[in-house]
T-cell receptor
Framework: DAGVTQSPTHLIKTRGQQVTLRCSPK?????VSWYQQALGQGPQFIFQ???????QRGNFPDRFSGHQFPNYSSELNVNALLLGDSALYLC??????????????FGNGTRLTVT | AQSVTQLGSHVSVSEGALVLLRCNYS??????LFWYVQYPNQGLQLLLK??????LVKGINGFEAEFKKSETSFHLTKPSAHMSDAAEYFC???????????FGKGTTLSVSS
């Protein structure tokens, strides 16, 4: 049973560029959340997608946007990259139907470096 | 607003010694509490969680944590450290199931032989 898979694993971009990160949730999960983890910090919540809609959003600018597809996979898009966007981006999935007892399952993340 | 404070960014113990990682939270409502572990170049793995019920929660790899409402704490313990426990540990809180987790800044656990 595959867990949460993220691609790519590493990415280097230049300031001002745009980037798309991808996530496939664990089998049976329908909810996808994205977190940003800066070096030496805990993860920070970006947003959560359920039924192809953004259900909850953290304190991130509009440059951060996302999408969820009918197969529950998700993309995170970041426009106009800043140096401060360099971080590990973590995708986590869960089941909304069993959310009470369904903890988040995290992928191994995408390491984004902005130069 | 919810917040999580992990006391001690770095904890060092000897193999076989007690592990104690501290976590205090602030929440306006009864929280859901979690401990996650992160190994280098990996995502986060759930160690244990508290939702309701028994305040002493047992998790994987011999870890446990106790929810103390009066102290707003959820400290993580393990009676005997193993070299493989060396990792980054994160305490997290959420207001209700399925919603965003608020993480602490993490505690790096080092285990020496």
């Amino acid at each position: 049973d595959a867990g949460v898979t993220q691609s790519p694993t590493h990415l280097i971009k230049t300031r001002g560029q745009q980037v798309t990160l991808r996530c496939s949730p664990k089998s049976g999960h329908d909810t996808v959340s994205w977190y940003q983890q800066a070096l030496g910090q805990g993860p920070q919540f970006i947003f959560q997608y359920y039924e192809e809609e953004e259900r909850q959003r953290g304190n991130f600018p509009d440059r951060f946007s996302g999408h969820q597809f009918p197969n529950y996979s998700s993309e995170l898009n970041v426009n106009a990259l800043l140096l401060g966007d360099s971080a590990l981006y973590l995708c986590a999935s869960s089941s909304d139907r069993t959310s009470y007892n369904s903890p988040l399952h995290f992928g191994n993340g995408t390491r984004l470096t902005v130069t | 607003a919810q917040s999580v404070t992990q006391l001690g960014s770095h904890v060092s113990v000897s193999e076989g010694a007690l592990v104690l990682l501290r976590c205090n939270y602030s929440s306006s409502v009864p929280p859901y509490l979690f401990w996650y572990v992160q190994y280098p170049n990996q995502g986060l793995q759930l160690l244990l969680k508290y939702t309701t019920g028994a305040t002493l929660v047992k998790g994987i790899n011999g870890f446990e944590a106790e929810f103390k409402k009066s102290e707003t704490s959820f400290h993580l313990t393990k009676p005997s450290a193993h070299m493989s426990d060396a990792a980054e540990y994160f305490c997290a809180v959420s207001e209700k199931a399925g919603t965003a987790l608020i993480f602490g800044k993490g505690t790096t656990l080092s285990v020496s032989s």
